[in-house]
T-cell receptor
Framework: EDQVTQSPEALRLQEGESSSLNCSYTVSGLRGLFWYRQDPGKGPEFLFTLYSAGEEKEKERLKATLTKKESFLHITAPKPEDSATYLCAGRWGGDKLIFGTGTRLQVFP | NAGVTQTPKFQVLKTGQSMTLQCAQDMNHEYMSWYRQDPGMGLRLIHYSVGAGITDQGEVPNGYNVSRSTTEDFPLRLLSAAPSQTSVYFC?????????????FGEGSWLTVV
């Protein structure tokens, strides 16, 4: 069964304290690894798609990377407005995304 | 450009009642889908559609019906609401042409069944 596991469940950072979120996935047949941001009371907002090991994508303070068995979302010098739940999802075929349970990030000034 | 629009935002139902969650997109996307989000479980696919007139079941389809009569609309029907259907529901869409296309989500519909 295809699976996506995110860690940690929650992360508290001081403003400016860089860190990484982890997403491990079932390796066989992955056709895309997606990162979303979700604010309270809102729908998931697309951040990145990664397709192959070694691929990296950046957006402001966020950088997503993909290895053969996991993906990382690196947050450099975070600000309080980066506080949100970050969701990882994989696609193995068809139109179904399998989501992890998310990492709830809190950044304190 | 409104993107993916869901209505209602909030709804309270009594057990056994039926209702329809509406979803519309104005991006001419071929693919549309419904997910539910429950605490500690992540988003799970309920039903999806690859085009007008074509629908299929996802991971948790029981108790829900869908139809796709137009490209723009993809309503989700609860036939006889149960407390287990208390959840947040998200409609999503993406363009056709390849599985790598990004899926865009609506703002969600909060449903409570009492």
């Amino acid at each position: 069964e295809d699976q996506v596991t995110q860690s940690p469940e929650a992360l508290r950072l001081q403003e400016g304290e860089s860190s990484s979120l982890n997403c491990s996935y079932t390796v066989s047949g992955l056709r895309g690894l997606f990162w979303y941001r979700q604010d309270p009371g809102k729908g998931p907002e697309f951040l990145f798609t990664l397709y192959s090991a070694g691929e990296e994508k950046e957006k402001e303070r966020l950088k997503a990377t993909l290895t053969k068995k996991e993906s990382f979302l690196h947050i450099t010098a975070p600000k309080p407005e980066d506080s949100a739940t970050y969701l990882c999802a994989g696609r193995w075929g068809g139109d179904k995304l399998i989501f992890g349970t998310g990492t709830r990030l809190q950044v304190f000034p | 450009n409104a993107g993916v629009t869901q209505t209602p935002k909030f709804q309270v139902l009594k057990t056994g009642q039926s209702m329809t969650l509406q979803c519309a997109q104005d991006m001419n996307h071929e693919y549309m889908s419904w997910y539910r989000q429950d605490p500690g479980m992540g988003l799970r696919l309920i039903h999806y559609s690859v085009g007008a007139g074509i629908t299929d079941q996802g991971e948790v389809p029981n108790g829900y019906n869908v139809s796709r009569s137009t490209t723009e609309d993809f309503p989700l029907r609860l036939l006889s609401a149960a407390p287990s259907q208390t959840s947040v529901y998200f409609c999503a869409s993406r363009p056709g042409g390849g599985e790598g296309n990004t899926i865009y989500f609506g703002e969600g519909s909060w449903l409570t069944v009492v």
